[in-house]
């Protein structure tokens, strides 16, 4: 008898963030921005397109009411999350590490990269104008398949080496730190505006 089993599986957890005002939300992103010149400056210096407070603001939640909402939002999924990947976190929970805004405009990018140093990590979107791009998830064993030959076309999603999810505004993404992703190139005139975020464990 054949028996084909599905191990090591890739999680992609995706809801809606909860009741925050993503108008609100979007207006204190955009005044962050633009008053932040220590993130400009940054983003000028490391040829970083658009903006983000990665490297500038480190206590988003306590400095903006609105994103210590977000956080308590955020601690539920993760919560969930953790719980549906059977962790057994013992008596140290996971918590939220760092919190940052990102804003690309048109013609910006991304480039592919993971976040080793942490757990869970993901994001939610704040403005998705029409024809901005989509966030693309890697197979985390592609670089280990030189020799494999490609998928085919019609391959069903567990099969597929990339896959490209579109959110909505007001969405959550949620993965493991592990996964590669990257933002292609902005097609869209407006801003994509997302608020990322990595959770630790202990």
Same mark, same amino acid.
């Given at each position: 008898? !054949?028996?084909?089993?599905?191990?090591?599986?890739? @999680?992609?957890? @995706?809801?809606?963030?909860?009741?925050?005002?993503?108008?609100?939300?979007?207006?204190?992103?955009?005044?962050?921005?633009?008053?932040?010149?220590?993130?400009?400056?940054?983003?000028?210096?490391?040829?970083?397109?658009?903006? !983000?407070?990665?490297?500038?603001? !480190?206590?988003?939640?306590?400095?903006?009411?609105?994103?210590?909402?977000?956080?308590?939002?955020?601690?539920?999924?993760?919560?969930?999350?953790? !719980?549906?990947?059977?962790?057994?976190?013992?008596?140290?929970?996971?918590?939220?590490?760092?919190?940052?805004?990102?804003?690309?405009?048109?013609?910006?990018?991304?480039?592919?990269?993971?976040?080793?140093?942490?757990?869970?990590?993901?994001?939610?979107?704040?403005?998705?104008?029409?024809?901005?791009?989509?966030?693309?998830?890697?197979?985390?064993?592609?670089?280990?398949?030189?020799?494999?030959?490609?998928?085919?076309?019609?391959?069903?999603?567990?099969?597929?080496?990339?896959?490209?999810?579109?959110?909505?505004?007001?969405?959550?993404?949620?993965?493991?730190?592990?996964?590669?992703?990257?933002?292609?190139?902005?097609?869209?005139?407006?801003?994509?505006?997302?608020?990322?975020?990595?959770?630790?464990?202990?």
């Amino acid at each position: 008898m !054949t028996n084909i089993r599905t191990l090591f599986p890739t @999680h992609l957890y @995706h809801a809606k963030l909860g009741d925050i005002d993503p108008t609100e939300l979007e207006a204190n992103c955009l005044g962050i921005a633009e008053d932040d010149e220590a993130g400009q400056q940054w983003c000028d210096d490391n040829d970083f397109p658009g903006y !983000t407070s990665y490297a500038s603001l !480190t206590d988003l939640p306590w400095r903006f009411p609105i994103f210590q909402d977000v956080v308590t939002a955020l601690d539920g999924h993760v919560a969930q999350f953790a !719980t549906a990947l059977q962790f057994d976190l013992g008596d140290k929970p996971l918590r939220l590490e760092d919190i940052w805004i990102n804003i690309l405009p048109e013609g910006g990018i991304h480039t592919a990269h993971i976040h080793p140093h942490s757990v869970i990590s993901g994001t939610t979107y704040v403005a998705m104008p029409p024809g901005t791009s989509a966030i693309k998830f890697e197979d985390p064993r592609h670089q280990m398949m030189m020799a494999a030959p490609p998928r085919l076309k019609d391959a069903g999603e567990d099969h597929q080496s990339f896959i490209y999810v579109k959110p909505s505004v007001g969405d959550v993404l949620l993965w493991e730190s592990y996964l590669r992703h990257e933002v292609p190139m902005n097609m869209a005139e407006d801003h994509r505006i997302s608020i990322s975020f990595n959770y630790a464990w202990g």
